[in-house]
């Protein structure tokens, strides 16, 4: 992607959402960062579905100590890996309380020390609580960094760099937010929707997709 195109691809992704929100639901730094480390692969429909059920009950670190391990694999066994993930969200929640008073650390350094938080979900944490311009690089924003041309990288760190390096200021604290909903609903990975994008003139994917004939079936 050309460095002039930078501007006016997120400007109109601001345009048609000025401001984005994870789709993941919380009420509290702790609940985000509990969210965000049971989302590893899973959705966050299907996170969304577990964490209804288990904050209203526990959503304190100390509250779920409290449930005990089979307690808390009882409210997120629908999610993928569940039992890995209980076991490292206790660990954190025990860390919490220990090393931090039940409160989550605001730097990249003591969140990456959690268990089962690398550094796509301090990334996370950082923007989405704290504000902080960073970019949480998963799988949507990994291949639209590619296939736009916007950020191109054999890893997910080398996509994250490249962004930091072009994203304009002006957009970076929500752009991570705006490439992960472009990825999920438009550039989608089997067959993007290049005749719905509001930003197809700037990006370098050729051929453009077009529209499905009428009466050919599903959306991918």
Known sequence: MKTQSIQPFFATL?????HPVSELEYTSVFELLAAVLLSAQATDVGVNKATRRLFPVANTPQSILALGLE???GYIKTIGLFRSKARHLMETC???VEQYGGEVPRTRDALETLPGVGRKTANVVLNVAFG???MAVDTHIFRVGNRTGLAPGKTPYEVEMRLIERV???F???AHHWLILHGRY????????CYECQVAQWCDYEPKTPPPK???GARS
């Open 14 to 18: 601001r345009a048609a959402n000025p």
């Open 71 to 73: 307690g808390l694999e």
């Open 94 to 96: 025990r860390i919490l």
């Open 132 to 134: 902080e311009p960073t």
């Open 168 to 170: 304009p200021k002006e």
């Open 172 to 174: 970076a604290v929500d």
């Open 186 to 193: 438009v550039c989608v990975a089997r067959t993007p929707r």
């Open 214 to 216: 009428a009466g050919s």
